[in-house]
């Protein structure tokens, strides 16, 4: 199955409350305005997010003199993709010597994360390193460990308990002499205290500006999409305490709504760059808005499978030859 079945099928339950919006409803009335609200609402796009798509349709509905419920479908995807919207220089760090800082809380997939982008930009000729800097959960730092040599990337990693920012100083020198392209760094996945984060954040920050001032400097939190306006929180939170380039959303594979996606970007004006639909090494890929929407609104895709077997195997080879 490839990657867009894989999204497709996670979000297939959501996808099947969408378009039943749609198809149930014949005219545009309230009770119309009021289900497809109640259902976005349900699929944790939120409550602004969802105000936002519904005043917006109403606009256009009326503009456009629309009669029919079937025919606003296009206009919600729309406004959904004018909620997405992901900078032309999103993946600007791969032009340059980065230090990618990986953020989040325990359990939502970092550092399972970094070990797919390690591998995934290894496999594009770059050079990666990674650095073991949550010295504090037991086991952090042997899973990171088991997941460069599956990814066939160095370490650096001192013992646990060490200090976080020697290891990112170790790795960021190391980088720096070794040229590497891109260093990631597994950061502890604490939250309960937001003065002690912001000081270890904003610690490395400086470690690194010091020993590395030339390389490129990008942080992205790993959320965990089944965990829906918990995630958002997430977010939220570690916003306000340490900037926050780029979102990985992770566990898009059947438990998760998917609307996840869109508030965060809508709410927070952070961009989703990188999202993960299965256990597979593979199973992390750059963020599309459109066919993201694409997997929300599957079933009024008019694509056959065949279709999008060959659009797939298009991307694949494109992929491959960049």
Known sequence: MGFFQKLKEGLKKTSNSISSVFKTTTEIDEDFYDELEETLISADMGFETTEKVIDDLREKVEELGIKSA??????????????????DNAYCFEDAKTVMLIIGVNGVGK?????????????QGRSVLLAAADTFR??????????????????????????????????????????????LVDTAGRLHNKKNLMDELAKMRRVISKEYPECYVEALIVLDGSTGQNALEQARQF???????????TKLDGTAKGGIAVAIQSELNVPVKYIGVGEKIEDLQKFDPDE??????ADFDMKSDQDIIVDEAVRNIQDEEY
């Open 70 to 87: 079937s025919d606003c479908k296009d206009l919600v995807m729309n406004s959904l993709r004018d909620q997405m919207n992901v900078p």
């Open 239 to 249: 916003s306000n305490v340490t900037e926050i380039n780029g979102i990985i959303l």
């Open 292 to 297: 993201y929407i694409n997997a929300l609104f």
């Open 138 to 183: 037991a086991g952090a730092i042997e899973q990171l460990r088991t997941w460069a040599d599956r990814a066939g990337v160095d370490i650096i990693a001192h013992s646990e308990g060490s200090d976080p920012s020697a290891v990112v100083h170790d790795a960021v020198k190391a980088a720096k002499a070794r040229k590497t392209n891109l260093t």
């Open 111 to 123: 550092t399972t994360s970094i070990g797919k982008l390690a591998y995934q930009y290894k496999q």
